[in-house]
């Protein structure tokens, strides 16, 4: 094989994907933008006509309070699952062979369980006859059922759960990944354990545990299946209203507009995370440094 053809081999190699990618990713995405520009009849979508009604329609204080919602609960969601999951990360990585393996597995079952079935099964646990609300009134702790269901708190408790993994998996990766000798190095140099974690463990694991949070938080905005099951009508998220506007009220072009603004809010508190990260991290390492 010559250099030229050498040269070319990777991107051959790539052409099936990047075809995939097209058709089934990019040119649904592009006709989205389109549709959400195009006017709304009783017969679908009136493609003689340019115009952002789609758009103004999102600043009814309906529509702008579900994506609220959403935005609020993603952001409270993927900072518990965050906390939560940094002391589990620190905990499995200093384990070694079997034990690690083991609790890695037992995190991950969860997560290769349906999600319908997952939240049916918090369902059981959360209804009002439920086992939390049945150990509660056992216990003379409550003489009324506490309302853990179709309430925000039951789809905050419920994300959790489902997507707790896609925070502990990158934390424990760039945990166990640091050289234990950095941290022996620290002790030498007189610093404590605190100063260790400050300084040395928490820089390096700043990247792994931002990127377990950016999908941790990407995946709660897009959620359907937990918040429909566990909040119900009282508690409308972005996908669930979604689903309403485009397959029972058949409103292509809104469906289109609010696809585009969850996209790009998403992206934008993305990019803006991930600069202040950066923009911590730098810090840290710099008083590390002094």
């Given at each position: 094989?010559?250099?030229?053809?050498?040269?070319?081999?990777?991107?051959?190699?790539?052409?099936?994907?990047?075809?995939?990618?097209c058709v089934g990713f990019l040119l649904p995405l592009i006709q989205s933008v389109e549709n959400s520009f195009h006017g709304f009849?009783?017969?679908?979508?009136?493609?003689?006509?340019?115009?952002?009604?789609?758009?103004?329609?999102?600043?009814?204080?309906?529509y702008a309070g579900v994506f609220g919602r959403t935005l609020r609960i993603s952001l409270i969601i993927s900072a518990i699952t965050a906390v939560l999951a940094y002391?589990?990360?620190?905990?499995?990585?200093?384990?070694?062979?079997?034990?690690?393996?083991?609790?890695?597995?037992?995190?991950?079952?969860?997560?290769?369980?349906?999600?319908?079935?997952?939240?049916f099964g918090w369902t059981l646990l959360l209804g009002p006859r439920g086992t939390i609300n049945t150990i509660l009134r056992t216990?003379?702790?409550?003489?009324?059922?506490?309302?853990?269901?179709?309430?925000?708190?039951?789809?905050?408790?419920?994300?959790?759960?489902?997507?707790?993994?896609?925070?502990?998996?990158?934390?424990?990766?760039?945990?166990?990944?640091?050289?234990?000798?950095?941290?022996?190095?620290?002790?030498?140099l007189g610093a404590r354990p605190w100063e260790i974690f400050r300084r040395v463990t928490l820089p390096l694991s700043l990247p792994a545990l931002m990127a377990g949070v950016i999908i941790n938080f990407t995946m709660n905005m897009a959620a359907f299946a937990t918040p429909a099951l566990l909040g119900g009508t009282r508690v409308q998220v972005v996908s669930f209203l979604a689903y309403e506007v485009?397959?029972?009220?058949?409103?292509?072009?809104?469906?289109?507009?609010?696809?585009?603004?969850?996209?790009?809010?998403?992206?934008?508190?993305?990019?803006?995370?991930?600069?202040?990260?950066a923009s911590g991290r730098r810090r840290v390492m710099f008083e590390g440094a002094r």
């Open positions: 094989m010559n250099a030229g053809a050498r040269r070319w081999l990777p991107f051959l190699l790539l052409l099936p994907l990047t075809a995939v990618l009849s009783p017969r679908g979508i009136d493609r003689s006509t340019w115009t952002l009604a789609a758009y103004t329609k999102l600043f009814d204080p309906f002391p589990v990360a620190l905990y499995v990585a200093q384990l070694r062979g079997r034990a690690q393996a083991f609790l890695l597995l037992v995190y991950m079952s969860p997560w290769l369980i349906n999600v319908v079935v997952k939240a216990l003379g702790l409550t003489d009324a059922p506490v309302p853990l269901m179709f309430n925000e708190t039951g789809v905050i408790i419920g994300l959790i759960h489902g997507h707790f993994i896609f925070v502990l998996l990158p934390l424990w990766a760039a945990l166990a990944g640091i050289d234990p000798n950095l941290r022996w190095a620290a002790g030498n485009n397959l029972v009220d058949l409103n292509w072009p809104l469906g289109a507009a609010m696809s585009m603004v969850l996209l790009v809010a998403t992206l934008v508190l993305v990019v803006l995370s991930q600069r202040i990260v």
